[in-house]
Structures are given as structure tokens and as C-alpha cells.
């Protein structure tokens, strides 16, 4: 098997080599160097071509489908286009998201989802529900929403071994126990769609809770306020601490750029860039759904008949150059957030950076961040 080699401007996710050379063998990255240490290991090799920007592989940690194909489905090759799709798109790490519905679709759909993760389509499963604030539904239907119910997050354990997230409003009666539960299984908690005031938000999360990470920070939330900080300051003050991640739908639609850079400016290392894509991500303007719920896109914006904004119709790529041209994040922190902190969120291993032993997962740009080429476990896809 001869190995692959890759020469330009590589961001491993944590640092930059200006100009470097990245080889592969078989499905695994085997060595990254800079240009002079190649050649000086290889002195009678010819000089591989400079293919531009070189990124890891982008991990999508929060994702309800894209090109017309949705993760809440009973119909595994649904799935496995939905994965497909952001895969080729850059995103070569896709956690599948499903919305609250009722218990025996979302026990379901977990089920089916497992049949894709089981093939290495998906990086694990994501339940946004169905324990979440009626207040802060957003575009989770309220009539399946409830309080937590061991016996439901014991269905989904049972169905599915690759459930890897689970979000949850700590203020709802029996939250604890919920988060108790899933912990033991090593599952991570997230906190989300929540109306929960700042000092019960920040006590739900580590290391006095069991919550790590905060569901798309800011949305499904109240606002931040100076006499009402609620959860966005307590996500917030968590991440500055190391003690929790947050998600950021960095696409122009669901925060605003001046937003974006606070919290990046608070917690750079904390922040996980998400899409929170759904089943119009890459396709035109029209009726799609999510979940029990129907779907208007108008200029790219999904909303439900309520008005909520429905998830989002990027990729994970252009939240990447959205957070580096309107909201002045350094190319390297929002690399980062699209790769090894999401990966490190969730405990995804060998994903999210270029490094000997990783798998070969590599985006290729153009110097404006248009995708160029996407490597996938050793494999072209684009």
C-alpha cells in the first residue's frame, strides 16, 4: 500500500504549520511535518504539490440532517444519506440529532440510527428532548414534551449503544436523577431549552452537576440580561472555567456576529461550533419538517409555524468562515471549534486533529475556505 501525500498551509486543530506535509496510510494520518523536516527524512522523493489550506476533518456534534434527508427516521438509508451528504460537505464526523416526539419514535429512531452508527456512517446519536422547558420549546413540539422519565432514558440505552449526548432543562422534576442516570452510562449531559435561572442552570453543570456541555448556548434560552443572567452567563462562566463546552450555531441566523465573539472572546478553547442542521441544510427554499413539525424555509432561515427558529440549513464549513469574516475569530480558533472541541466534548477519540495515529480525515480549501477536496478515513469523497 503506497502512502498518500498531502503538502500546504495544514491547521491541525491545534497549531499551524505554514507549509507542511501530511502522510497517510490506509484509513490513519502516519506522520505531520513541516516541509523542511519531510525533506530532510526523504531527500530523494519528489516534492508533493501544494494543494492549499489543509484542515482536519470537521466534527458535527449537533445535526438533524441536510439535502432533503433527516436523522429522525425509522429508515436507516435515510440516515446514511443525511451522513453522506455532510460528510462530502467537510463534516466527516456527524453526531445525528433527533427532537422530542413521542416515546416509542424517538426509542425508534433511535434504533434505526444505531444501524448507521454501527457502520461507521455516524459518530454517535444526540436526543434534544423530549425533557425541555415548554417555555424555551423553540421548535421542539410541546405536546410530546415531559418530565424526565427513567424508564424512556432506559429504552434508549437499550436500543442504542451509540447514544452519546442527551439534552435535558435541569429545572424540570426529575432532571437529577435523569442526569444521574445517564452519567453512570457515560453519556454526556447537556442542558438546553431551558427557562432555569443562573444559579440552578450553573448547578446542574459539573462539577456540582452532572451537565458538560450547554445545547446551542443562547437559543432556547432567555436572553441574556444584566439583572437576569440566566443560562447563557452560567454557560458561559462554566466554559471560562474549563468546566463545560457550549455550542454555537455560528451561521449567521441564530446569533449575531457581535454574540459570537464574546463567546469566544470568554471560553475560545470551550466553544463547539454546531450547525444544528435539518433536512433543507443545502437545498433551496421550500416546506420541509423536523421532528412531528412542519418546516417553511424563506432565505434560508427554517421556522415553524409558531415563528421558532427551526434548526439550520448550513454546513459546518461556512459556520466555520461566518465566525472568521463577521465575527473577527482568528482562523485557528475557529478551526479548533469545528474539530477537536467538539471531538473533545464528546469524547470522540481519534477524530477532530491531524496527528500520527488519527483518523485520515482532511478537508482541502481554497484561501477563502471553499471546500475544495474532503478525505474521509483515508477515502476521497469530493
Given at each position: ?13 491545534v497549531?499551524l ?10 484509513d490513519r ?6 516541509l ?6 526523504h ?18 456534534i449537533?445535526?438533524h440532517?441536510?439535502f ?22 467537510g ?26 452508527a454501527?457502520?461507521?456512517m ?42 452519546r449526548?442527551?439534552?435535558l432543562?435541569?429545572e ?7 442526569a444521574k ?10 442542558l438546553g ?18 451537565a ?7 437559543n432556547?434560552m432567555?436572553p441574556?440580561?444584566h439583572r ?8 458561559l ?7 463545560a ?7 449567521g ?5 457581535g454574540?459570537?465573539?464574546l ?33 417553511r424555509v ?5 421556522r415553524v ?10 454546513t ?32 470522540l ?7 500520527p ?24 469523497l469530493?
Open positions: 500500500m503506497s502512502d498518500l501525500r498531502l503538502r500546504g498551509r495544514i491547521l491541525t486543530g497549531e504549520i505554514e507549509d507542511g506535509v501530511l502522510t497517510v496510510r490506509g494520518v502516519i506522520a505531520v511535518e513541516s523542511t523536516d519531510w525533506i530532510a527524512g531527500p530523494d522523493s519528489e516534492l508533493p504539490a501544494h494543494l492549499g489550506p489543509i484542515l482536519p476533518g470537521l466534527v458535527d449537533h445535526n440532517g441536510g432533503g434527508h433527516r436523522f429522525d427516521t425509522t429508515d436507516p438509508d435515510e440516515a446514511r444519506a443525511a451522513a453522506a451528504f455532510h460528510h462530502a460537505q463534516s466527516t464526523s456527524v453526531i445525528a440529532s433527533i427532537v422530542t416526539a413521542a416515546p416509542a419514535d424517538m426509542v425508534a429512531q433511535a434504533r434505526a440510527l444505531q444501524v448507521v454501527d457502520e461507521g455516524l459518530a454517535g446519536i444526540h436526543a434534544e428532548g423530549p425533557f425541555l422547558s415548554a417555555n424555551r420549546c423553540g421548535a421542539q413540539d410541546p405536546r410530546y414534551l415531559i418530565d424526565p422519565d427513567l424508564g424512556l432514558v432506559e429504552r434508549l440505552l437499550a436500543v442504542s449503544g451509540s447514544l449526548m442527551m439534552t432543562a435541569p424540570r422534576p426529575g432532571f437529577e436523577a435523569a442516570l445517564l452519567a453512570e452510562h457515560g453519556i454526556v449531559v447537556a431549552h431551558s427557562d432555569a435561572p443562573y444559579a440552578e442552570f450553573r448547578a446542574a453543570l459539573a462539577p456540582a452537576g452532572f458538560t456541555v450547554v445545547t446551542h448556548l443562547a432556547g432567555p441574556l440580561h437576569g443572567p440566566g443560562p447563557v452567563a452560567a454557560g462562566v462554566a466554559a471560562a472555567e474549563e468546566r463546552y457550549v455550542e454555537l450555531i455560528g451561521d441566523v441564530h446569533v449575531e456576529p454574540f459570537g465573539a463567546v469566544f472572546a470568554t471560553a475560545r478553547h470551550r466553544v463547539a461550533l454546531v450547525t444544528d442542521a435539518m433536512q433543507a441544510a443545502g437545498l433551496p427554499d421550500g416546506e420541509y419538517r423536523l421532528g412531528p413539525q412542519r418546516v424563506v432565505d434560508g432561515v427554517a409555524a409558531s415563528g421558532s427558529i427551526a434548526g439550520g440549513t448550513a459546518l464549513l461556512r459556520c466555520v468562515r461566518w465566525m472568521v469574516r463577521e465575527c473577527g475569530v482568528p482562523l485557528i480558533d475557529a478551526v479548533r471549534a469545528a474539530t477537536v472541541t467538539p471531538a473533545a466534548a464528546l469524547g477519540t481519534d477524530v477532530g486533529e491531524l496527528r495515529g488519527a483518523f485520515a480525515d482532511v478537508v482541502v480549501v481554497d484561501p477563502e475556505l471553499g471546500l475544495r477536496r474532503v478525505l474521509r478515513q483515508g477515502q476521497w469530493t
